[in-house]
């Protein structure tokens, strides 16, 4: 097995070969996804980074890799600095760092199935500064010296049934060719995974934790759509489903589609459609619209039975977490627990629900010092045990057919010092602060923000991720457009109204390197408030999620009357709905670590 020096050796040998100086190596596909297929897991081949945003830039003497805060401590554990640079960012950019230090001259390429137009435009400008030269690839390099790259998932697609989508395929259609009218447009190509899934009420296999299947869309001005997929994951009820409306064509003729639109005005989504599909459809004589993906907005906005789906997804795998937390809180102390086997034994609660169809993530089981690795992926490399008096953060989630589930919980092993009970206490303070906030309906999700961190800001402490993120109804667990994020540019999200509907998580957090982390995720539905007096429209959270918050960890003289109230009543929702759906043993912890805190 080639080791990931080689990996590097060997496309820098295939890039001199096609007269190329670098090449620019996404974490992404041809849908600009967030999770991709194991086929398109170039990144991870190259350099060993696992986690699901990054980007790498290889020149002939330089390589460097390009993460953000979440990942500033997993990039330097997984990928050799001595063959790549750390790069951060948002501080550094791609574009930024080619314009420093590509050859001058040079030629570097990019693969135009995994890249925005904006992107491109921007990498083009910094390099021409240099007097370099952006060059699109006809396939990717990195393929040709990865000799046993997966090849794409060949999985069914399944049907997502009325029930649970809430809206037929036929008037999710139709709102889009409605729409097209009011843009003057005959078509809109749909790039994104879970828009396509989303429009066509179908659900796939393709991606791991994810519903999607992988194929291209256009839906017309008159209703109909052609959909772009593999023939072999076809089923026949798939076919009676989509109907006569819905034309299928092999997936590979997407692009030879797009060339042949000749005069149509074609709406496209700059932010979700990469720069193949622009340079397609211009190519074939079709004029370009550009606007937003017409399915981000209905899809964030929770229909009814969406909603209703989504409680009852909750509502089961709080259960499924509680049952694993009792379970924790008798074998942890015991000692020869693991993040493997910890998280294994949830897995297995999750499991015996016959509607769970897949975990949402990969679960992110820290023990100590790992804990503090926001969005750490265990393995059998990095396995630790967990250990008396520490803390042990596990963040998880399921995909059921009625809802998708996001939570973490922090617990106390062992007994926690003062300082882990005054981090978390504070981390709590700032969760309870977002789940109690009232605010006017066009609030954007970066404005509350501050709500989350103000009491870790008040002692100079911080965490380096967004606060909350949009998740889907039995489709990405990070879902946009709406986020709580100090980032404000419409790209991060934290720039997007909040809408009734629109469900985001709550997960405010403290990370010590070295030692432990600490997160507490509940997921929120923004609902409308009838507030007497108001002067205008008012919003606010329902809590979603349901499952015990540990009380070892609560520092209770740092809480006001107001956060004792919250959590109590916070713990008697979760006896409300869990409880019923325990018995024995685990019913009566349940009962036990939700008192009132009195």
């Not at 899934?197 to 052609?226: K, Q, Y």
């Not at 992926?377 to 998880?396: A, F, Q």
Request: hydrophobic fraction near 45%; charge should be negative.
């Amino acid at each position: 097995m080639s080791t990931y020096e080689d990996r590097l050796r060997l496309l820098r040998d295939e890039l001199a070969a096609r007269t190329l100086d670098g090449f620019v190596v996404p974490l992404t596909d041809e849908h600009m996804s967030e999770y991709v297929g194991a086929y398109a897991q170039r990144l991870a081949w190259l350099t060993g980074f696992q986690g699901s945003a990054g980007a790498a830039v290889v020149l002939p003497a330089d390589a460097a890799i390009f993460t953000d805060g979440r990942y500033t401590l997993q990039v330097r554990a997984q990928v050799d600095g001595a063959h790549w640079s750390y790069q951060p960012v948002p501080q550094t950019s791609i574009a930024g760092w080619l314009s420093e230090h590509a050859p001058a001259g040079g030629r570097i390429g990019y693969d135009p199935w995994l890249h925005t137009r904006d992107w491109v435009a921007q990498a083009k400008a910094a390099l021409a500064a240099r007097g370099a030269e952006l060059v699109a690839v006809e396939s990717n390099p990195v393929d040709a010296v990865w000799p046993d790259r997966p090849a794409p998932s060949t999985a069914r697609l399944m049907v997502h049934g009325d029930d649970h989508a809430g809206r037929t395929s036929a008037d999710k259609r139709q709102a889009i060719a409605d729409w097209l009218v009011t843009k003057g447009a005959d078509a809109t190509v749909l790039a994104a995974l879970d828009s396509i899934a989303w429009t066509l009420n179908i659900r796939g296999a393709d991606v791991d934790h994810m519903p999607v299947a992988l194929a291209f869309a256009i839906v017309s001005a008159d209703g109909t759509a052609d959909l772009f997929v593999a023939p072999e994951k076809m089923a026949d009820d798939v076919g009676q489903h989509l109907g006569n409306a819905v034309r299928v064509h092999p997936r590979d003729a997407f692009a030879d589609h797009l060339r042949s639109l000749r005069g149509q005005r074609i709406a496209v989504d700059p932010a979700q459609s990469v720069a193949a599909i622009f340079a397609a459809l211009e190519a074939g004589g079709a004029q370009v619209v550009e606007a937003r993906d017409p399915t981000v907005l209905p899809r964030a906005c929770k229909n009814a039975g969406e909603i209703a789906g989504q409680r009852a997804a909750q509502a089961r795998d709080g259960a499924a977490v509680s049952r694993f937390l009792h379970w924790l809180s008798i074998e942890a102390p015991k000692g020869g627990l693991t993040e493997l086997s910890a998280a294994a034994r949830l897995e297995a609660f999750r499991r015996a629900d016959d509607q769970l169809v897949d975990l949402s993530f990969d679960s992110i089981s820290g023990a100590g010092p790992n804990g503090a690795i926001c969005h750490y992926k265990v393995d059998e490399g990095s396995n630790r045990p967990i250990e008396i008096d520490s803390l042990y953060l596990i963040d998880s989630g399921g995909q059921y057919r009625d809802g998708t589930t996001d939570i973490t919980r922090t617990v106390a092993v062992g007994t926690p010092t003062a300082e882990m009970r005054d981090r978390f206490t504070r981390v709590l303070k700032g969760h309870i602060a977002l789940a109690r906030a009232v605010f006017p309906d066009g609030t954007v999700g970066g404005q509350l923000d501050v709500l989350a961190r103000q009491y870790l800001w008040a002692v100079g402490l911080d965490y380096p991720h967004g606060t909350g993120h949009g998740v889907g109804s039995f489709l990405s667990v990070h879902e946009g457009p709406q986020r709580i994020s100090p980032a404000w540019s419409s790209q991060s999200g934290g720039s997007e109204r909040l809408r009734e509907g629109m469900i985001l998580s709550n997960e405010p957090g403290y990370y010590k390197a070295g030692e432990y982390g600490i997160r507490i995720e509940n997921l929120l539905l923004v609902e409308r408030r009838d507030i007497a007096g108001a002067e205008a429209p008012m919003l606010g959270f329902e809590t979603l999620t349901f499952a015990p918050i540990d009380r070892a960890l609560v520092d209770t003289s740092l809480l006001d009357a107001g956060e004792r109230g919250w959590l109590d009543a916070y713990h008697a929702a979760v006896r409300a709905v869990v409880g019923p759906q325990l018995d024995g043993a685990a019913k009566d912890w349940l009962d036990a670590v939700t008192v009132p805190l009195g």
